[in-house]
């Protein structure tokens, strides 16, 4: 997923020259991307799983953490100079998932899952590819590291965004949750295949550094490898078919179920509605203390709603339908997991509320 990294034309030089034996610096990248650069990179990020050896090359060095190489002396050539060096870590982003509604990150995940299934199968082609004939150059190695470690950046990023999931709805996902542990599942695969083929990788390119063949063994070792990883991508693009229609499914099934609840303590007049209604916010307030809902906070915000639009409907005449209307959307978005715009629009709630008429004051008797 290239939502939150950079991609640059530079890098692409950089590898070309570290194979030279040239000095370069590698460039970090930028984790910290927003959503809408998500977005708008969407069609970037396809192109480069897509591109050519040169495209690899450069989404890997955008991924790569700063390395410097040291030219040799003239005339010299040293194993550091040839060898690809492998980066040692792949950055993971930060997504603020708290700033997003459950369908945004849905979205999101569903984003990151295809670009790293099609960063995967990148790596294992050209890895099919350049050893179909038994051997290895070191052009076709760095290129086959290029592709790996843009895969392994990929699917990082997808596991990242699955965690965000979790920590976000867990308790309060069904279908939606099911479907995205058995994709992870797979990621998981993707990404220990991709882990070995970079060792592999390395090993082979240290190899031929030092001016040895590749053993025979050592291909097949990277050959089965990428088969491993090409059979997960491939069970994980299956299941991520389900993935948008079991998202919306989820989400409705639980706006129904919200909305659907019956009162249990229906106001017997307009004083008992309004205190409705206050209980009702209050309820909201304390559930979106920590900006999530779980299943007994929802049902409790199901319940009070409830309460409170069945008094409004008896009571709070035209005015009360209005603010009975409020509380049924916003106890739909909750449900939905829309907190972000649930807590926007809480204190208009709060003002509808306060206007209700007021309930005149019952003469109290004299004192004795």
């Known amino acids: 997923m290239k939502t939150p990294r950079i991609v640059f034309t530079l890098p692409a030089l950089i590898i070309l020259a570290a194979l030279l034996g040239c ?54 050539t040293s194993a550091a100079a040839t060898a690809t060096k492998a980066p040692a870590t792949t950055p993971v982003p930060t997504v ?41 150059t070191t052009q076709e190695v760095a290129a086959m590291q290029a592709a790996v470690y ?16 979790y920590d976000m709805y867990y308790d309060l996902a069904t279908e939606t949750l099911n479907v995205l542990k058995a994709i992870e599942q797979d990621l998981n695969s993707m990404a220990t295949s991709m882990n070995s083929m970079a060792q592999s990788l390395a090993q082979i ?28 991508a491939a069970s994980a693009q299956s299941k991520e078919k389900t993935w948008n229609t079991t998202v919306q499914s989820d989400l409705n099934k639980r706006a129904t179920a919200a909305l659907g609840t019956k009162p249990t303590n229906v106001p017997t007049d307009l004083r008992g509605t309004t205190q409705s209604v206050t209980t009702y916010i209050d309820t ?13 906070e929802l049902q409790s915000i199901s319940i009070a709603g409830a309460n409170a639009v069945a008094g409004l409907n008896q009571f709070g005449g035209a005015q009360g ?48």
């Not at 590698?26 to 050896?53: G, M, R, Y």
């Not at 369908?103 to 984003?111: G, K, M, S, Y």
């Not at 030092?210 to 997960?232: R, Y």
């Not at 909201?284 to 007994?296: E, H, M, Q």
């Open 284 to 296: 909201v307030k304390t559930a979106l203390g920590d900006s999530k809902i779980n299943k007994t």
């Open 150 to 165: 843009a895969s392994q950046t990929e699917i990082n990023q997808a596991l990242a965004l699955t965690q965000a999931y």
């Open 96 to 136: 603020n998932a708290v700033t997003m509604t459950e369908e945004e990150l849905d979205a999101l995940i569903d984003q990151a899952v295809n670009e790293a299934i099609a960063a995967t199968n990148t790596a294992t082609t050209q890895t099919a590819t350049y050893a179909a004939d038994g051997t290895l």
């Open 205 to 232: 390119s240290t190899t031929l550094a030092q001016g040895q063949a590749v053993t025979q063994s050592a291909i097949t070792q990277l050959q089965t490898t990428a088969t491993k990883a090409s059979q997960a």
């Open 23 to 76: 000095a370069n610096t590698k460039p970090t990248p930028d984790a910290q991307a927003t959503i809408n650069a998500a977005v708008q990179a969407t069609s970037v990020a396809q192109a480069n799983v897509q591109a050519t050896i040169d495209a690899a090359v450069k989404a890997t060095a955008a991924a790569q953490p700063t390395v410097t190489q040291t030219k040799p002396a003239s005339g010299a």
């Open 321 to 368: 339908q209005t603010l009975a209307n409020s509380i049924n959307t916003m106890t739909k978005q909750l449900a939905r997991g829309e907190a972000p715009k649930a807590k926007n629009g809480l204190g208009a709630l709060e003002q509808s509320a306060r206007s209700l008429p007021s309930v005149p004051n019952v003469p109290q008797p004299p004192r004795k």
